[in-house]
Structure formats: C-alpha cells, structure tokens
C-alpha cells in the first residue's frame, strides 16, 4: 500500500511536517490495522546485488564521531528534500535529524520493501529477470518515477534493450547533470541488461 497520499493528507490536515516518532507510530498504526506489512505479492524482492547498488550510490553518509547518523541536503538542490542513512527522505527528516546506524538499516530494509511492491505494481505482471528486477527498484528508490518512466513502458513491452537505454536519461537533478546520477544510470543499466 503506498502510504504517502495518506501521510500527505494528514501533513496538510494538521498544517506542519511529522516528527519522526509520529510517522513511526502513524505506520505502526496502520502495520496492526492491516494485519502486518503486506508481503511483495510476486515473490520478488530485490537480491543482494540491488542492495549493493544502491547502498554503494547512496552510501550512510554523515556518520559523527559518536556513530550516530546525521542528515544532510539534496546534492541537486542543496536542501530539500534532507536526507539520512541509506537515502531516506520523507515526513520527519530535516537538517536536525539524528538516527542511530540501526534505524538507518531498518529503513533502508522498510523502503526497499515498500519500493520493492510500487515496482511490482508498475509492472503489472510483465516478465522480469531478477537483475532487471534489481536494477528498476534501485531507480526507483533514487527518482520514485517507476510509474511513469518510459522505461517502465518498455520494460512491459517486452522491449529490453530499450528500456535499458532510458536508465541515463534520468541524470539531472536541480536542472543540472549530476555525475553520480550519470554513473548510478550506468550501474543500474548494466545491471539490468545482466539478467
């Protein structure tokens, strides 16, 4: 269940940003509603060569001497949206956002199921090897555009080499050419044309 309209709703409702300890207890809420988070209905989940990529690409960066996790600007724009650990973004995190190493693992680990099923969903059903499967969460992960990225479309018309093509138009961030978005595209291309 993508969860952000919801969280968007009640941001605008009570006219602020969560703190983080309200959006954890906000998804713990609805976790015990819905009987738990919802399984990747497909059976796929990213392997250990996606997690690689985007833990390489995203990096736990900002770790203080006393190893906790600070957060930190956009690299395109130089402030939102702020950033921690493993490249979560969202309600709660802004320039005085402090996690431990382990609530930055624990996202990444609740992210990439959450970016796992919007993939799996975006897909609707088209035939997809493992490292495709990895390659298309690690962009998604990065742009949150899989539901409407061209590639996508080919991708489910079955036009592979196509889609692998359209991994490095997505290399600008704040209007500009970002050299690690040029060389993500590439990792995430060469894994996709792996599988």
Not at 14 to 29: K, L, N, Y
Not at 151 to 179: C, I, N, P, Q, S
């Amino acid at each position: 269940m993508n969860r952000k309209p919801l969280f968007d709703y009640l941001r605008r409702l009570i006219g602020r940003p969560f703190r983080q300890s309200e959006v954890d207890r906000i998804d713990d809420a609805l976790d015990a509603a819905l009987g738990a988070r919802p399984e990747v209905q497909s059976g796929h989940r990213i392997g250990p060569e996606g997690v690689e990529l985007i833990k390489s690409f995203e990096g736990c960066a900002r770790v203080r001497n006393d190893d906790l996790v600070e957060a930190y600007p956009d690299p395109g724009t130089g402030g939102a949206p702020w950033t921690i650990g493993w490249g979560a973004t969202g309600a709660g995190i802004g320039p005085a956002t402090v996690w431990t190493r382990e609530r930055c693992d624990a996202r990444l680990e609740e992210d990439l199921e959450r970016y796992a099923a919007e993939v799996i969903e975006a897909l609707d059903g088209a035939p997809t090897s493992q490292a495709q499967f990895d390659a298309l969460v690690s962009f998604h992960y990065n742009t949150g555009a899989i539901a409407r990225a061209t590639l996508t479309r080919r991708h489910r018309a079955g036009d592979h080499a196509g889609a692998a093509g359209e991994f490095a138009r997505w290399k600008h961030a704040g209007g500009r050419v970002l050299r690690g978005l040029v060389r993500r595209r590439a990792a995430e291309a060469a894994l996709y044309r792996s599988g």
